[in-house]
């Protein structure tokens, strides 16, 4: 499952990335429908679907602030508002690299994309980074 946070959730980026993805592609709103979700909730929602994977441009509020777990992926994208529409094609190419193929080894990651890098960490919070390959 892919998570859109309320900022993202323009149809035309879900249905992009679902033609390509084989599982749910939602907002967050889903998971608690008819309620404002703050930032610090955002955790405790994705800790209650199964093994999801969150997607924000909001990288102030999330990369280095929030806590790996192993229940869900954390995937900050770092572009501009006016540039979400390249979202989709960047997830796709990380999803392809070896890092990042199955939901398995996504879990426990934050990730923070740009159009030229990727950079996670984990558990351990060390910043690992790597310009794109493919």
Request: proline residues 7%; aromatic residues 8%; contains cysteine.
């Amino acid at each position: 499952m892919i998570v859109f946070d309320e900022n993202l959730h323009d149809q035309r980026i879900l249905a992009a990335i679902a033609a390509w993805y084989p599982g749910q592609v939602v907002s967050v709103t889903v998971l608690r429908p008819q309620s404002i979700i703050k930032d610090e909730a955002i955790p405790e929602l994705l800790r209650q679907a199964a093994q999801p994977t969150f997607v924000t441009i909001n990288t102030s509020d999330f990369w280095k602030r929030i806590e790996p777990s192993r229940g869900y992926c954390i995937i900050n994208v770092d572009l501009p508002k006016e540039r979400i529409r390249e979202i989709p094609a960047l997830l796709q190419r990380l999803f392809r690299s070896s890092e990042f193929k199955t939901k398995a080894a996504r879990m426990g990651k934050v990730v923070r994309l740009t159009p030229s890098r990727i950079e996670y960490y984990e558990s351990d919070r060390r910043v690992r980074s790597s310009p794109w390959t493919d």
